[in-house]
Structure formats: structure tokens, C-alpha cells
Nanobody
């Protein structure tokens, strides 16, 4: 059984930084994409950033230049470095792993940015 465990969320002031981690465990074959999504209260879940095995990375326009996604393939771990955080970044952040056959989600970690 595949599990994704996220960590690194918390409360930070505007302009601050946080680093999220997501470690995948279990039998995983052919990881194609690891990504971060977020969902704010009353809003739909949206893609924040993704790192792909072949085509590189992509980011939501709202986080370009502030967030950086990276991946450690040996550890099946993905990171999200978030700098210059804004109140509108407040949300539950979810990790997603897409393999050749399945999609897995983490349980989410809360990020709260105070003004």
C-alpha cells in the first residue's frame, strides 16, 4: 500500500518562508509526476507546482518566482520551498503522486499566513 506523508506546514507571517515535504512509501512503479495542490476554504483544489519525470516543472502563475518544487527520486520525496508568503497562500496543501498505474494523495498539511 502506498502512503504519502506530508510535513512542514504551520503558521507564518506575511513575507515568511516554509518548506513542505512529502515522502512516499510502499511499492511504487514508474513515478511520473509529483505535485503539490492546495485548497482554501470555499474554493476548489488547485495545482500549485508539479515536477515531471520528463518535461520538468510547472507552476501556478500566482506562485511563480516565490515557490520552488524539487524532488529526490531516490527517496520518492518531493519538496516545496515557499518564500515571500502571502495571506492568499493560506490553504491546506496536498501532495500528489502519479505513477504509471495509479494516483495517490497525501492527507494534507495546513499552511496559514497571517497579515
Amino acid at each position: 500500500q502506498v502512503q504519502l506523508v506530508e510535513s512542514g506546514g504551520g503558521l507564518v507571517q506575511t513575507g515568511g518562508s516554509l518548506r513542505l515535504s512529502c515522502a512516499a512509501s510502499g511499492r511504487i512503479f514508474g513515478v511520473n509526476t509529483m505535485a503539490w495542490y492546495r485548497q482554501a476554504p470555499g474554493k476548489q483544489r488547485e495545482l500549485v507546482a508539479a515536477v515531471h519525470s520528463v518535461v520538468g516543472t510547472n507552476y501556478a502563475d500566482s506562485v511563480k518566482g516565490r515557490f520552488t518544487i524539487s524532488r529526490d527520486n531516490a527517496k520518492n520525496t518531493v519538496y516545496l520551498q515557499m518564500n515571500n508568503l502571502k495571506p492568499e497562500d493560506t490553504a491546506v496543501y496536498y501532495c500528489k503522486l502519479a505513477s504509471m498505474s495509479s494516483i495517490y494523495w497525501g492527507q494534507g498539511t495546513q499552511v496559514t499566513v497571517s497579515s
